[in-house]
């Protein structure tokens, strides 16, 4: 079942002749339970992609359908709204609130949304992640592995249609960037989520199902590899 489909997009930046084309008329679609790295040079244009998927940054020109449902086609409110519920966002650094706990710091989408957090789903992800005896730290308390574990979670607090990770292994060594795959790789067998992953790392990208290599704006290769 398709859950994702990018339609053209392109992206603009500056103007005359300091204009860029980030991305230009990129296509494709990704189906519910997929694990995809994007990957390619530094400037090829996957993280811009990357937030355009995920509605932070929009499009000069094209769509994106995320469950069917045209993304920029909402106004800012509720587009707020459906990137807070639908999408997961893990970033190269963690991106916590210092002044709050792990448990704050995972489940500040549902207070943000006015809900009431769900101790169940927080259990069951921070016991997936390995920090149940770290929810009442403060970011400083904690190691950077087990701070991008606490983001891993709260991305996928939510119940998200789609998790979508910026190089979430670039600030880690590498016995914690092994680790945070794997916990990555699990949530997507385990609890069927969704998952596309901007990745320089060749190893970490033939771990996904599929590996989509982007070069000066465009996409040069789209693979299948499990």
């Known amino acids: 079942m398709e859950i994702l489909k990018v339609e053209g997009i392109t992206k603009i930046f500056g103007k005359d002749e300091n204009i860029v084309t980030a991305l230009d008329d990129v296509s494709f679609t990704v189906t519910k339970g997929q694990m995809v790295a994007i990957t390619g040079t530094s400037g090829a244009g996957k993280s811009t992609l990357l937030h355009i998927i995920g509605g932070v940054e929009k499009p000069t020109k094209g769509k994106v359908f995320l469950g069917g449902e045209d993304v920029f086609s909402k106004n800012d409110k509720n587009l707020a709204v459906f990137r807070r519920r639908q999408v ?43 920090i149940s005896d770290r929810l009442n730290h403060l970011p400083s308390q904690l190691s950077g592995g087990q701070q991008q574990r606490v983001s891993v979670c709260r991305a996928l607090y939510s119940s998200p ?42 190893d970490i990208a033939l771990q996904c199902d599929r590996v989509i290599k982007m070069e000066d704006g465009r996409i040069i290769r789209d693979e299948v590899i499990k």
């Open 88 to 130: 997961g966002l893990v970033y190269q650094f963690y991106n916590l609130i210092p002044m709050l706990t792990a448990e704050e710091n995972i489940t500040l989408p549902s207070q943000m949304d006015g809900r009431r957090p769900d101790e169940e789903r927080l259990k069951k992800l921070a016991e997936m992640m390995g």
């Open 161 to 202: 249609m789609l998790l979508l990770a910026d190089e979430p292994t670039g600030n880690l060594d590498s016995k914690n960037s092994r680790e945070i795959i794997a916990l990555i790789r699990k949530t997507n067998k385990e609890l069927k989520q969704t998952v596309i992953l901007v990745t320089h790392d060749e």
